[in-house]
């Protein structure tokens, strides 16, 4: 059974940063493309962050210069390095596969005050 485990969110100010971790089980996530989504109250899920199994790095334009993903393959971790942070930046964040997810996990909270 694949499960996702996110932490790190909190409550932080604008121009603050947030470290978030996704502890991956089920799956070696070197394996597969990982995200980071958000998604935003009244909003649709989006994706910021992913990096493929051949570790390139993309972004969205919203989160480009800020966001930084990365992967610990040792410990089956994705982390999601957030800096310079704005207020549209809250929201909920989950990790997953890119192509076809598997069962979400619940999450991390991060709300950005301005």
């Known amino acids: 059974q694949v499960q996702f485990v996110e932490s790190g969110g909190g409550l932080v100010q604008a121009g603050g940063s947030l470290r978030l971790s996704c502890v991956a089980s089920?799956?070696?996530?070197?394996?597969?493309?990982m995200v980071w989504y958000r998604q935003a109250p009244g909003k649709e899920r989006e994706w910021v962050a992913r990096?493929?199994?051949?570790?390139?790095?993309l972004y969205a334009d919203s989160v480009k210069g800020r966001f930084t993903i990365s992967r610990d393959n040792a410990t089956n971790t994705v982390y999601l390095q957030m800096t310079s942070l704005k207020s549209e930046d809250t929201g909920v964040y989950l990790c997953?596969?890119?192509?076809?997810?598997?069962?979400w996990g619940q999450g991390a909270q991060v709300t950005v005050s301005s």
């Open positions: 997953n596969r890119f192509f076809i997810p598997f069962a």
């Open positions: 990096v493929t199994s051949g570790g390139t790095t």
């Open positions: 089920g799956i070696t996530i070197v394996s597969h493309e």
